[in-house]
Structures are given as C-alpha cells and as structure tokens.
C-alpha cells in the first residue's frame, strides 16, 4: 500500500490568472520530466520533439489521435515513438566514446541493452539497430531472453551478456552462441554454475567467455537497495571469487575470464552512491587483474536513474544527476583506480534500460466521466417534525463562512456521526438521512473553497480537500498499464494532452475501468513536489477528452497484468517525416488482446464457451422463451463479444 501523505500539496490554480502555454508547462512540469522530447504548441497540444531540438520536426500527438481514429483503432492504446528510442541510445554511447577520448582512457565502452526492461520484439530490434554503429549489445536474464538475444544480435563485435540464475540448457545455449562466433559472456552469480558451466564446456569443446559477479558492500538507496551489500540475492562473496579464480588456474582457464560485474540496483536516486560503487568496483577489478584474471571488460551494471517526477533530486522517483554526470563518474573514477593500482584500464560495459526506454512511449486513454463526492441535486427543504439532526445540520451551512469553517466543519462532521448512530436505531428516516448526507457536502465543498483560500488551513481540511477531489473515470486498467504506480508507489506524469492553453478548472484523481477499489492514481507530480491531485479540464457533453500517462516504456509495458481480464492495449508506432506536412507516419499498428485470447491464457476455452451459449440459447428458442431470429442475434452477439477488445466502447 502506498503510504498516505500527512499534509497534502495542491496546485494552486487560483494564483494564476491569465493562463498560459507556460503554466501549463510548469503545472505539469513538463519541461523537466520530458528531457526536450515534450512541449506544447500554440494549440495547447502536446508535441514531441523526436531529435530534442526546437528547430525539428514536431510530432502533434492530437494529430496522431486523429489518425487513429480515422483508422477505427480504439483507445486505450500505447504509442510508442521509436525515434525516441533511437535518440536515447544514440544520445548514451556518444556520451561514453566522448567522455571516453575527454578523459585519455584507453578502454572502450560496449553497453548492453537488458531486454528484462523492455522484451516488446519491435523495442529490442530497434535498439539492436540504433545500437549496431557503436556495438551496443544485449543482456539476457533468462532462457526465453536468451533465446530472443541469440535470434536478434548477430554483431560479432557486440556484447550478449546473461545474468540471472542458470541451468544446463541455459549455459548450453550460452556456447552455442560462442560456437557461432558472438561474445556471449555467461556471468557467474554463484559458485555451482562455474562448475556447471565448465563440464559442459568440456563436453563441447568450446571454451566459454566467464564474468564474475561480485557482491558488493556499496548499498543503494531507494526501492531497490536490497540489489546490493552482504544479503543480495545474487553475486559472489570476494571469498568465493577468489575461489573461483584459484579453480580456473588449476585447470589452465584463467584466460576465460573476460568480465567483472556488479549491480547495486535500479533507479539509482543519489550520484554518490554511483561513486561509491564504481570505487569500490574499481578496486577490486584491479586486485584481480594483479592476481592474474586478465579481465577485459569492467561491467557496472544499471541503475541510471530517470526523473520521473521531474525535480532533479535524489526521491526515489528521479535523481540528483545528469547521464553525463553519471559517464564522467565512471571513466573517471575507474581511470584514477586503474592508474594508481598501475592496471589497464578495461572495456566498459554498462547495461542502463530504464533510461533508454522510459521516455519512449505512453498510453493514451479517454476519459468516461467523473464522479463527484456526494450529491446535490437532493430536495433538502424543511419538512413538518423534522428531525432536529436535520435542522441543526441546515442552520450549520445557513451559519459558514470563511471565518468559522473550521469549527463548523468539526460540528458537521459530529453531526453525520450521530445521523448514523440515529438511522441504525429508526429514529431517521431514509428520507431524512439523504436530506442529511446531501447537506453535509454541501458544507464540505464550501468548507474546501474557504480553505484555498487560506495559507493557514489545517491539515484535516487539506486532507478533506484530497478526498473531496473530482474522480476522472479513465478507459484503461493500472494492473495492465501501470503496474508500478499501484505495486511500489511510482509517480509517472500524468497530463491531458489537449487544451494546455486552456487553464484547468478542477482538481482530480483518476480511477481506471477495473473493479479493484486499488485500480486509481492519486499521486502525482508537481513543482513542489509529490501532490494528491492533478488538474484537468470540466468534462463536455458529446466531447473527448484525452489524458496521457507517459514515461511508461520501461517496465510497464511487460509487466502488466491481467486483471479484471483486460488485456494488453493497441499500441500505434510512430516513425518521424520531415517530409510528411504532420512530421510523423504511423509505421504498425499491433491490436491488443481480444477478450478470447486473455481467457484462453487463463484456461478457458472459448470455442467450448461459445458452442454452451448457443446449446443454452437454443434451449431456451425450443422452450418458446426465446423468438429463433433472436436467438440467432444472441449467439452472434456473444461470439462477437469474444471477439471484441477487451476496454470500453464509447
């Protein structure tokens, strides 16, 4: 569960007075979380800004909506934009080959795309393809991602790194890779898969590239901090390490080390923990070297962080640095290491792929309503022999004011406790009660317009504020979309991609379409930091509005559930035109799961499901309950129903 802040944040709308493209950029703090890919047009559209620049194409993301519409692909959906991809794995290995030849560091930098972030096949190939002119790799954690890195990276000169726990098959696949001539380095997460690993080798005949994956002492913060120190789930102790590199000269494969490797974990928040880390790493690189492992390559596994939350801060959802203050921490931390111990200075490897992928893609979803905390629409006039809980509640709204609202919302409140006690023992009527009830908030609304007004407010009444916020029913499922916004408290930007120019009127949370009560996101960004409500625009009838929830390409893509059923959404790739007059093109289209193929992953068989309806609607036509044309319909529209997407039709 995500814990409850004490004393809510709100954005205070009512400061700004003439609305512009600017507010809308510093309410959704757009310009920090987006690195240049995101900014507003005129229009008050979202755009992406695919090469970073102002000057190049600019892709309108209501534009793509269009499209899609005009093409009958329904929303939800996930957009993926790969040029964006493409950027950031540029935009790293420039980093590295620049700070690299700044420094006069003899190695060279060959990083490794950990397909666990993202294992979408159209993600890994257009990095395998982004990353072939700076021999950007892959790492695998697992045989199917074995498999999948075996099939996509071909580049002889690339890195094919697997971590994770290992059986037989796994290392066997592992030099079957060395036997077609790639660099697949099997790296060593406990003492037993060395041994596994070099009978196999044996058997084989093809010697196997090893690394050696330390257990560091250097600990993270944040919510992966158990990554790294004594208690990590994987890694070798320095101990068996040592163990490691004595077994290997007793039988003449010293050579077969090729790599060091330590992890302390992902979304690294704090730049210091990331120099602790490569100094102690540093150390023992080069204590091995001197004990005769000719390594080759210095793995400093991922963990760069991304600024989700866009305050450039150490929060477990951004970080207090920059990717180039991250490279220069590593070249130069690992130089001064090497030069003092008077060691080569190794190949580095890093294996960064929430900073690649986060930015890349987002799901847009529309939104179907918004649900309001308390009626007031309810007649609440003065009846005969009312009850005197009624009145008492009437003449309390009849009495606040900006002065009072405190001590009136104290009464109110103790007022609707003893409505209760009163209604469970039949001396409120049910007419009463809603009278009452609808009374009450209307004082609250009240009570909450008073307060933001007021610097000094109290906290219950900013926490009545929170609770009081407008609840915008949105067409998608968190379990599926945003898993980590439920599981690990994740804050992702959250935005209305239209009408930016236009200045939002009311405060809310969303809720997605599942019937989970844990199914919403009520933690959002802002300038002063994590806040209970986003604002959005009033809903109009017969209008659309569209919302984004963005920097979703790492992790929440592949993790989704299927919860409720719902399954994966439609997702649209987007590719950047100069030529084109919308600077974009849809390149693919891949259609979510229809309902029949989540069931059928959970067990049922829709085939067997369809031919019970029909022998069920067909009994029910013999019995003369149902008309045969109509029971034809029915079976039709149950088959179609199967058929269908799983989200909402609007």
């Known amino acids: 569960m995500k814990p409850q802040q004490a004393t809510p944040r709100f954005h205070n709308l009512d400061a700004i007075k003439n609305w512009s493209i600017k507010d809308a950029d510093d309410t959704y703090q757009i310009s920090r979380w987006g690195e240049g890919y995101f900014s507003v047009n005129e229009k008050g559209d979202l755009c992406i800004n695919p090469n970073q620049t102002e000057n190049g194409p600019v892709i309108n993301l209501m534009e793509i909506i269009e499209e899609m519409k005009n093409k009958n692909i329904p929303f939800p959906a996930v957009i993926r934009f790969h040029d964006i991809l493409r950027s950031q794995v540029a935009n790293l290995n420039k980093t590295f080959r620049s700070i690299i030849e ?8 060959f990083g490794v795309y950990p397909i666990k972030v993202n294992q979408m096949r159209e993600v890994v190939e257009e990095i395998v393809d982004a990353g072939a002119p700076f021999n950007y790799g892959l790492e695998a954690g697992s045989k199917p991602e074995l498999l999948a890195a075996l099939a996509m990276n071909v580049n002889q000169n690339s890195l094919t790194v697997i971590n994770g726990y290992k059986d037989r098959d796994l290392l066997r696949l592992a030099l079957l ?56 789930k994987f890694g070798l102790t320095i101990t068996e390490i040592l163990q490691a590199l004595k077994y290997l000269k007793s039988i003449n494969k010293a050579h077969c080390i090729k790599l060091f490797h330590f992890h302390i974990g992902s979304q690294i928040p704090d730049i210091k923990t990331i120099k602790d880390s490569i100094s102690e790493g540093s150390r023992i690189y080069a204590k091995l070297w001197k004990e005769g492992a000719k390594i080759e390559y210095f793995d400093v596994g991922g963990g760069v962080g991304v600024n989700y939350d866009g305050t450039r801060s150490n929060s477990p959802s951004s970080m207090n640095y920059t990717t180039k203050d991250y490279v220069a921490d590593v070249v130069y931390i690992l130089k001064q290491v090497c030069d003092l111990e008077d060691v080569p200075h190794p190949n580095i490897v890093s294996e960064s792929g929430r900073a690649i992928t986060a930015h890349h893609s987002c799901v847009i979803t529309n939104v179907f309503g918004a649900l309001e905390i308390g009626t007031d629409n309810f007649n ?23 002065k009072n609202y405190q001590d009136i919302y104290n009464d109110a409140t103790k007022l609707k406790e003893e409505s209760i006690s009163a209604f469970k023992f039949g001396i409120l009527s049910l007419d009463e009660r809603a009278k009452l009830e609808t009374l009450y908030w209307r004082i609250c609304r009240k009570i909450v317009e008073h307060a933001s007004l007021d610097e000094y407010a109290q906290d219950e009444i900013m926490l009545l504020k929170s609770q009081m916020a407008h609840q915008y029913m949105c067409n998608f499922s968190i379990f599926q979309s945003a898993p980590d916004t439920w599981a690990i408290g994740q804050i992702l ?20 379409i599942t019937c989970d009560s844990d199914g919403k996101v009520d933690t959002f960004l802002s300038a002063d930091g994590p806040t209970n409500t986003v604002p959005m625009h009033k809903l109009k009838d017969g209008e659309d509005y569209f919302i984004g929830l963005f920097m979703t390409g790492a992790y929440q893509d592949i993790m989704g559930d299927n919860h409720n059923c719902f399954g994966r959404l439609n997702e649209v790739h987007i590719f950047c ?62 088959e179609n129903c199967l058929k269908s997407y799983t989200y909402l039709k609007k």
């Open 177 to 232: 890779g060395n036997q077609l001539g790639r660099k697949v380095i099997v790296v060593v997460e406990k003492y037993s898969e060395l041994l596994d690993l070099m009978k196999i080798s044996q058997e084989i005949g093809v010697e196997p590239m090893i690394g050696l994956r330390a257990k560091i002492a250097t600990k993270s913060s944040g919510k992966w901090a158990s990554s790294g120190g004594d208690y990590a």
């Open 577 to 638: 035109d100069d030529d084109d007059p919308t600077d974009f093109y849809i390149e693919e289209v891949i259609y979510g799961n229809k309902a029949s193929q989540v069931l059928a992953t959970l067990q049922y068989n829709p085939d067997t499901m369809a031919q019970t309806m029909k022998a069920n609607i067909d009994t029910q036509v013999k019995r003369g309950k149902i008309r045969p044309r109509e029971g034809v319909d029915l079976t039709d529209f149950y």
């Open 493 to 512: 930007p959250v935005l209305p991609i239209h009408k930016l120019n236009e200045k939002p009127t009311e405060l809310c949370t969303l809720v997605d």
């Open 102 to 109: 700044e420094a006069k560091f003899t190695g060279s930098y």
């Open 380 to 402: 609440t006039d003065k009846a005969i022999n009312e009850n005197i809980l009624v009145s008492n509640m009437r003449e309390l709204q009849q009495e606040l004011s900006e």
